[in-house]
């Protein structure tokens, strides 16, 4: 797929079909996301964990399903998000995965030298996966909501599940799997405000 097409067909799958994806196609993504630009070129403070286990997927969501548990509360969390995304608050225990075959978790070796770019390491390193999965005919999301959670509720953080080298934290991850449904439409314009400094 030529790289402007798959910038213009990436988008945010959030409805997967439980059909996995290939190995060939988890060594690309794979692959990809060793491609991404890190920060002073540290590629031993990153750590990708692959589950392809639903029940540790949904073990990872308990502290969302908490922290979500009313919608007051998952207004004051996700704002306007909160009535857009499949996401519902009360007695419902959605999959934030969204029922993804394959959730590629990025995680960092916790460091102080240059406060915040482990953050951009890992987004770099989701982006470049979630593009390879476009150009792949993949569907794929950022995920941020359930780990986020796990960082804001210690008490129902299941971060031990993904069994990391010492000293790392899962920062984000990839879902990816095949799209339940082909998506239709025009892309969404999005823009974006943009000043110049000319001479
Ligand atoms: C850093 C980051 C975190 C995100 N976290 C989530 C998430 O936890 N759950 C989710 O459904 N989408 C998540 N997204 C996807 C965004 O909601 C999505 O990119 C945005 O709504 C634009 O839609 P599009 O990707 O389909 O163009 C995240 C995106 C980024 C860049």
Same mark, same amino acid.
């Given at each position: 797929?030529?790289?402007?097409?798959?910038? +213009?067909?990436r988008?945010?799958?959030? @409805?997967? $079909?439980p #059909?996995?994806i290939t190995? *060939?196609?988890?060594? &690309?993504?794979? %692959?990809?996301?060793?491609?991404?630009?890190?920060?002073?070129?540290?590629?031993?403070?990153?750590?990708?964990?692959?589950?392809?286990?639903?029940?540790v997927?949904?073990? +990872?969501?308990?502290?969302?399903?908490? @922290?979500f $548990?009313s #919608?007051?509360?998952?207004? *004051?969390?996700a704002? &306007?998000v909160? %009535?857009?995304?499949?996401?519902?608050?009360?007695?419902?225990?959605?999959?934030?995965?969204?029922?993804?075959?394959?959730?590629?978790?990025?995680?960092?070796?916790?460091?102080?030298?240059?406060?915040?770019?482990?953050?951009?390491?890992? #987004?770099s390193?989701?982006?470049?996966?979630?593009?390879?999965?476009t150009a792949?005919?993949?569907?794929?999301?950022?995920?941020?909501g359930?780990?986020?959670?796990?960082?804001?509720?210690p008490?129902?953080?299941?971060t031990?599940?993904?069994?990391?080298p010492?000293?790392?934290?899962?920062?984000?991850?990839? #879902?990816?799997?095949?799209?339940?449904?082909?998506?239709?439409?025009?892309p969404?314009?999005r823009?974006?405000?943009?000043?110049?400094?000319?001479p």
């Amino acid at each position: 797929m030529e790289f402007e097409e798959v910038l +213009l067909r990436r988008r945010s799958t959030r @409805r997967f $079909s439980p #059909a996995q994806i290939t190995e *060939a196609q988890l060594k &690309k993504l794979l %692959e990809a996301a060793e491609r991404a630009p890190v920060g002073s070129a540290m590629y031993q403070d990153i750590h990708l964990t692959v589950v392809r286990d639903q029940t540790v997927l949904l073990r +990872l969501c308990e502290a969302a399903w908490e @922290r979500f $548990s009313s #919608a007051e509360k998952l207004r *004051a969390v996700a704002g &306007k998000v909160a %009535e857009k995304t499949p996401v519902r608050s009360g007695k419902e225990k959605p999959n934030l995965f969204y029922g993804a075959p394959t959730v590629i978790f990025v995680s960092h070796r916790r460091q102080t030298l240059q406060p915040g770019i482990e953050w951009a390491n890992a #987004a770099s390193v989701v982006s470049q996966m979630h593009l390879a999965a476009t150009a792949m005919g993949l569907g794929s999301c950022y995920m941020w909501g359930a780990l986020e959670s796990m960082r804001m509720l210690p008490q129902f953080d299941h971060t031990e599940l993904l069994e990391l080298p010492s000293d790392f934290a899962p920062l984000m991850a990839l #879902a990816v799997g095949y799209p339940a449904e082909a998506e239709t439409g025009a892309p969404p314009q999005r823009t974006f405000s943009i000043n110049y400094i000319d001479p």
